[in-house]
């Protein structure tokens, strides 16, 4: 069969037009997961001030608020064997440090042994006048197992290393990058030594542009 013009016409081909479809369809659905992808990419925090929490009554908290501090972030915990002694120097170290510069950051947590039993806002309350604390409390948080908290979580993945127990120590530059971690059983005067060199930073830093 010929068509106008002395051309022979195209015979139509069901398979090679399925064909099509098909690879059309695929690389519609290549393009949109490599778009998801990129897009999750974007949207994951890339620093620990970039996470969101829950403050002891349970308000959302943007850690934003502390990017340009050092933050020693510290899974806590009452009652423990270390409680007074953990609190007592963290509170000190806050006191000398902070709050322009420095902060500690106090997740309590329930996960090893019979400790924090009670409420967020009561952890709190019991904390502060017991202790005499001045630094800010969050929310109860769990930190191991796949309900971690993510910002939590971004903190032991940082470092590649989780908890053992109560009062493990991250510290936290200006950028919301981990710098370093402290075991409960290390000395404070460790932690001590590297966020006074960290705040020091932050203090010649502003001279500098003054």
């Not at 195209?10 to 479809?21: D, E, G, I, M, R």
């Not at 170290?93 to 409420?119: D, I, K, N, Y």
């Amino acid at each position: 069969m010929e068509t106008l013009g002395g051309y022979p016409a195209k015979s139509s081909n069901p398979k090679a037009k399925n064909l099509t479809v098909l690879l059309s369809l695929a690389l519609g659905v290549g393009g949109l997961f490599l778009l998801h992808t990129q897009m999750n990419k974007l949207n994951t925090p890339q620093d620990f001030y970039s996470y969101e929490v829950k403050d002891a009554k349970g308000r959302t908290v943007q850690l934003e608020k502390y990017r340009g501090k050092v933050s020693l972030v510290v899974n806590v915990a009452n009652p423990s064997e270390q409680t007074e002694a953990q609190y007592r120097a963290l509170q000190d170290l806050h006191r000398v440090l902070g709050p322009s510069h420095f902060t500690v950051l106090a997740f309590p947590c329930g996960q090893f042994g019979p400790t924090e039993p009670m409420s967020s806002r009561d952890t709190e309350a019991l904390a502060k006048s017991t202790y005499g604390l001045t630094f800010p409390f969050f929310s109860k948080i769990r930190i191991l197992g796949s309900e971690a908290d993510p910002a939590f979580r971004f903190l032991t993945d940082s470092v590649q290393k989780i908890p053992k127990w109560n009062f493990w120590k991250f510290l936290v530059n200006t950028e919301g990058k981990v710098v370093r971690f402290w075991r409960n059983d290390e000395p404070m005067e460790s932690v001590r030594q590297e966020a006074t060199a960290l705040v020091r930073e932050i203090i010649l830093k502003k001279r500098v542009e003054l």
